[in-house]
């Protein structure tokens, strides 16, 4: 059982940054594929982004593409997020996924992820 806790989320203005993390306590972290998923009242969860076991690829939804940074240090255990340039339209509760196992077409698919964090918010302001 792997427990995610994703922290970071706040108020902020449009243009502004943030950088979520996710701590998990899995020691072996570094077997799981892990993503970024944001949901908005009202809307179904949508994926933001995947990144591979050893960071070597990641994977984006369009609408972040060059304003949103997935990383992740497998020492630390820890999922990273880094939010630049920040729209209104960026506001929902964001999600880590653990998945040990994914094929590349199944990353965005929520129903794919093992193991939910309980999300943290992330509000922007114009």
């Known amino acids: 059982q792997v427990q995610l806790v994703e922290s970071g989320g706040g108020l902020v203005q449009a243009g502004g940054s943030l950088r979520l993390s996710c701590a998990a306590s899995e020691r072996t972290f570094s077997n799981y594929v892990m993503a970024w998923f944001r949901q908005a009242p009202g809307k179904e969860r949508e994926f933001v982004a995947g990144?591979?076991?050893?960071?070597?690829?990641?994977y984006y939804t369009d609408s972040v593409k060059g304003r949103f940074a997935i990383s992740r240090d497998n020492a630390k255990n820890t999922l990273y997020l880094q939010m630049n340039s920040l729209k209104p339209e960026d506001t929902a509760a964001y999600y880590c996924?653990?998945?040990?196992?994914?094929?590349?077409?199944?990353?965005?698919?929520?129903?794919?992820?093992?193991?939910w964090g309980q999300g943290t918010q992330v509000t922007v302001s114009s």
């Open positions: 990144i591979t076991r050893t960071a070597i690829s990641t």
């Open positions: 996924a653990a998945v040990r196992y994914i094929t590349p077409s199944s990353y965005q698919t929520y129903r794919t992820y093992e193991y």
